[in-house]
């Protein structure tokens, strides 16, 4: 199976989305899936991300690829599931059975699930807070890769920290249950919403 991520912006992303998403995959009895990131085109952010024509664009420069995952920031909008709605019901129409196109937006930015896959956190942070704020990655990412000494890393500190909440997919699944773990069980399930 391939599986190409469609990140909205692949420079930092792709270092938490692709091991996150390989874990994911393999957890959703995928193990042997070749995971790559979306480098080209670079959408740019959220608006480009949630453009049903680019990603028509990306769908159709890809056509060996058997699953898009589109991933997106929440960002404290609560109404980003109605666009990626509207984009899995295009794709579905475009890509027939064979293919599939599933979209999800993460709580509240990606870098949310490299800090949920961390064992020690904060002992002042509450995790529901992490997840609700919609500037996690300056209030909360920022901080922690500084303390970690991790900002001069690719990515900003997201390639140590992608790949180790990779190494603990179960504490990233059971911390983000409104959009890691229910797109892993819509993997699992057959790909249906």
Same mark, same amino acid.
């Given at each position: 199976?391939?599986?190409?991520? /469609?990140?909205?912006?692949?420079?930092?992303? &792709?270092?938490?989305?692709?091991?996150? /998403?390989?874990?994911?995959? =393999?957890?959703?009895?995928?193990?042997?899936?070749?995971?790559?990131?979306?480098?080209? #085109?670079?959408?740019?952010?959220?608006? &480009?991300?949630?453009?049903?024509?680019? @990603?028509?664009?990306?769908?159709?420069?890809?056509?060996?690829?058997?699953?898009?995952?589109? /991933?997106?920031? +929440?960002?404290? $909008?609560?109404? +980003?599931?109605? =666009?990626?709605?509207? @984009?899995?019901?295009?794709?579905?129409?475009?890509?027939?059975?064979? +293919?599939?196109?599933?979209?999800?937006?993460? *709580?509240?930015?990606?870098?949310?699930?490299?800090?949920?896959?961390?064992?020690?956190?904060?002992?002042?942070?509450? *995790?529901?807070?992490?997840?609700?704020?919609?500037?996690?990655?300056?209030?909360?990412?920022? #901080?922690?890769?500084?303390? +970690?000494?991790? &900002?001069?890393?690719?990515?900003?500190?997201?390639?140590?920290?992608?790949?180790?909440?990779?190494?603990?997919?179960?504490? $990233?699944?059971?911390?983000?249950?409104?959009?890691?773990?229910?797109?892993?069980?819509?993997? =699992?399930?057959?790909?249906?919403?």
């Amino acid at each position: 199976m391939k599986v190409l991520v /469609i990140p909205e912006d692949f420079r930092k992303d &792709q270092f938490v989305l692709k091991p996150v /998403i390989a874990k994911m995959l =393999a957890e959703a009895g995928k193990p042997s899936a070749d995971v790559a990131v979306c480098l080209d #085109p670079l959408m740019g952010g959220v608006v &480009q991300a949630t453009n049903w024509q680019r @990603i028509e664009d990306v769908v159709d420069l890809y056509p060996a690829v058997d699953l898009f995952l589109l /991933i997106v920031d +929440r960002d404290g $909008v609560e109404g +980003r599931r109605v =666009a990626l709605d509207r @984009i899995e019901r295009l794709s579905a129409e475009k890509l027939g059975a064979d +293919r599939a196109l599933l979209a999800e937006n993460i *709580w509240q930015e990606v870098e949310v699930c490299a800090l949920a896959g961390q064992s020690t956190l904060p002992k002042n942070w509450s *995790w529901a807070e992490v997840r609700r704020e919609p500037n996690s990655k300056e209030i909360y990412f920022d #901080p922690y890769v500084r303390s +970690r000494g991790l &900002q001069d890393e690719a990515g900003g500190g997201r390639k140590t920290l992608g790949r180790e909440a990779a190494q603990n997919y179960k504490r $990233v699944r059971s911390r983000c249950k409104e959009d890691v773990q229910a797109l892993e069980n819509r993997i =699992a399930s057959g790909l249906s919403r």
